[in-house]
């Protein structure tokens, strides 16, 4: 399958991009805000010795995984502002065709509807643009903000899979959404996620 990069896609004020260099800043500054806030949710290192890369060698690292189409990592932009990332990741082609998606939103944005928008079109391009078969999302269950976003773009839960993921420290029990594409009605536009997702949330007359 060759590689769509570099994607950009796009929902009114909300840009999905790769990172650039020019987001060093804003990206260490967003990180360091929502330190405490993104602690519990997030992978981590369980080799005490390794550390993880700082933003240079990260950027790099998820610009070439994204020239390869090994994944898709993307910035996610609010009105002009980095807000997060979210990455679509491993990419599997062949006879399993899917992609397990992550994301996070910087604490300063959270409860704008940031993570399911851009959960919608990342999840919509995997599909319509990329072929993809199915997608899985991996959210703790302690995660209620996460399981919302599952739940508003109508993911199917799987059930629980246990010590899926090192996180904050430890190996910890993920439940598991997934979709596959025969489960979205996709217009000619390539949405089908995004497109239910703003009909369900659209203020009524």
Same mark, same amino acid.
């Given at each position: 399958?060759?590689?769509?990069?570099?994607?950009?896609?796009?929902?009114?004020?909300?840009?999905?991009?790769?990172?650039?260099?020019?987001?060093?800043?804003?990206?260490?500054?967003?990180?360091?805000?929502?330190?405490?806030?993104?602690?519990?949710?997030?992978?981590?290192?369980?080799?005490?010795?390794?550390?993880?890369?700082?933003?240079?060698?990260?950027?790099?690292?998820?610009?070439?995984?994204?020239?390869?189409?090994?994944?898709?990592?993307?910035?996610?932009?609010?009105?002009?502002?980095?807000?997060?990332?979210?990455?679509?990741?491993?990419?599997?082609?062949?006879?399993? *065709?899917? !992609?397990?998606?992550?994301?996070? +939103?910087?604490?300063?944005?959270? =409860? &704008? %509807?940031?993570?399911? $928008?851009? /959960? #919608?079109?990342?999840?919509?391009?995997?599909?319509?643009?990329?072929?993809?078969?199915?997608?899985?999302?991996?959210?703790?269950?302690?995660?209620?903000?996460?399981?919302?976003?599952?739940?508003?773009?109508?993911?199917?839960?799987?059930?629980?899979?246990?010590?899926?993921?090192?996180?904050?420290?430890?190996?910890?029990?993920?439940? *598991?959404? !997934?979709?596959?594409?025969?489960? +979205?009605?996709?217009?000619?536009? =390539? &949405? %089908?996620?995004?497109? $239910?997702? /703003? #009909?369900?949330?659209?203020?009524?007359?």
């Amino acid at each position: 399958m060759p590689s769509t990069w570099p994607t950009t896609l796009r929902d009114r004020d909300l840009v999905l991009r790769p990172l650039r260099r020019s987001d060093r800043r804003a990206w260490e500054r967003l990180r360091a805000e929502s330190r405490a806030w993104l602690a519990p949710w997030e992978a981590t290192e369980p080799d005490p010795v390794r550390q993880a890369p700082g933003f240079a060698a990260m950027r790099r690292m998820l610009e070439d995984a994204g020239r390869r189409g090994a994944m898709l990592p993307l910035a996610i932009v609010d009105d002009g502002r980095l807000a997060g990332q979210i990455t679509a990741g491993p990419i599997l082609y062949g006879s399993q *065709s899917s !992609a397990m998606i992550g994301y996070w +939103v910087g604490r300063p944005f959270a =409860g &704008r %509807g940031l993570a399911p $928008r851009a /959960l #919608a079109l990342v999840i919509d391009h995997c599909f319509a643009g990329i072929g993809l078969h199915r997608v899985e999302v991996d959210i703790r269950p302690e995660n209620t903000a996460s399981l919302r976003v599952a739940e508003k773009l109508h993911l199917r839960d799987e059930g629980v899979r246990r010590g899926l993921l090192h996180v904050d420290g430890a190996w910890r029990d993920h439940r *598991s959404f !997934a979709l596959t594409a025969e489960e +979205v009605r996709t217009g000619p536009d =390539g &949405r %089908g996620v995004l497109a $239910r997702l /703003l #009909a369900e949330t659209a203020p009524r007359a």
